[in-house]
């Protein structure tokens, strides 16, 4: 499936946008578990659609033979004048729930389930995004001025902290999935560690980088040396784009 072009204030979907972008030379959607989900297409200036290509606009894409389409924010840009291509870089559109916030929730002895219908309805702002679960054990947990991806995963005291499980995004109905591995056990794992300790989202053309502190890591001074110097690249690779 080559990615489809849409809008940048699309909210449906179930159409054909502006049109695919059957030119590509490469698509590759990259996907760690429980952290990056990204995709990479090199498409020809030549390509039909490519006046139409702007940072912000949505690509919908099949990230892989099992899972639904998903959609993806075009956040970089970059255009090779001697192959007469552009590298286009998008993350997962559910990466703009980094600019929402919980300010002060607790979860006490509930199923995820439950906590993400708390959390949903906490939200400083409105969210037409659904967040499903289905592991059926409780527990409890608090969380104060987080932001919903930071509830989830990737801090302690976040769900996966909490429950195990791992997180499946879908783009028909705009859901975040939290669930169990199709084995039925529950792992209790992070991210690594140059992967987890930020969250890139476009909003009106700026890009934001989280990298919050993380003391039952037990970080040394090298891993957060490392994890700003990793923050630090990849702002010089987005403002140099």
């Not at 502006?18 to 990056?36: D, H, K, P, Y």
């Not at 969210?127 to 527990?139: A, Q």
């Not at 890139?200 to 990298?211: E, H, R, S």
Request: hydrophobic share 35%.
């Amino acid at each position: 499936m080559k990615p489809i072009l849409y809008e940048a204030n699309t909210v449906d979907f179930n159409n054909n946008g502006l049109g695919a972008l059957t030119e590509a030379m490469f698509s590759q959607v990259t996907e760690e578990r429980n952290g990056i989900f990204e995709l990479s297409v090199v498409y020809p200036m030549s390509g039909k659609l490519y006046d139409r290509i702007s940072e912000h606009m949505l690509l919908k894409v099949k990230p892989n033979k099992v899972d639904d389409p998903h959609v993806f924010r075009i956040y970089s840009l970059q255009i090779d004048s001697v192959a007469q291509t552009v590298s286009i870089d998008a993350s997962t559109k559910s990466n703009e729930l980094v600019n929402n916030l919980v300010k002060d929730l607790a979860i006490e002895n509930t199923t995820p389930q439950v906590a993400l219908d708390l959390m949903k309805q906490f939200l400083v702002l409105p969210t037409d995004y659904d967040f499903i679960s289905d592991i059926t054990s409780s527990n409890s947990t608090r969380w104060t001025n987080r932001n919903p991806l930071n509830c989830i995963a990737g801090e302690e005291g976040s769900l996966v902290d909490v429950f195990g499980g791992e997180i499946k995004r879908k783009a028909r109905k705009q859901d975040m999935h939290f669930r169990q591995h199709k084995n039925g056990e529950v792992g209790n794992r992070f991210v690594k560690k140059s992967k987890s300790n930020f969250v890139q989202t476009a909003a009106v053309g700026a890009y934001t980088i989280k990298m919050p502190a993380r003391p039952f890591l037990h970080l040394t001074e090298q891993d957060v040396e490392a994890m700003e110097n990793t923050g630090l690249d990849y702002f010089r690779r987005v403002i140099d784009s």
